[in-house]
């Protein structure tokens, strides 16, 4: 299954920083979802881009996470030759990350 059955995100920047939030869909997701969704995983999954650290920021009540990528923009908005530069696109491929299914929910 893709992390986009359980949930969605946003982006944002700032300079070569990009902000890549994901949202359980329905919150009894959410602690499953912080089992898996390691930085460490975040950062294999997106390996190409990101460069620098990643950390991620919880927020249980709202079911989410926000993720800050550094170095993940090729220099930032005014510097960077990428076609994406803002990053936009990044929430669509953490989003194609695969995972297993929950224990016990056949979602």
């Given at each position: 299954?893709?992390?986009?059955?359980l949930a969605h995100g946003r982006t944002g920047d700032k300079g070569n920083t990009l902000n890549v939030s994901v949202i359980c869909?329905?919150?009894?997701?959410?602690?499953y979802?912080?089992?898996?969704?390691t930085p460490e995983r975040v950062k294999a999954h997106l390996a190409d881009v990101v460069r620098g650290d990643v950390v991620r920021y919880e927020l249980p009540l709202l079911g989410a996470f926000n993720f800050v990528?550094?170095?993940a923009l090729g220099g930032g908005v005014t510097r960077s030759l990428a076609l994406d530069a803002h990053?936009?696109?990044m929430s669509s491929a953490l989003l194609d990350m695969d995972i297993g299914e929950p224990p016990g929910d056949a979602s």
């Open positions: 299954m893709k992390l986009r059955e869909y329905d919150g009894k997701h959410y602690p979802l912080h089992t898996i969704l990528l550094g170095h990053g936009k696109s």
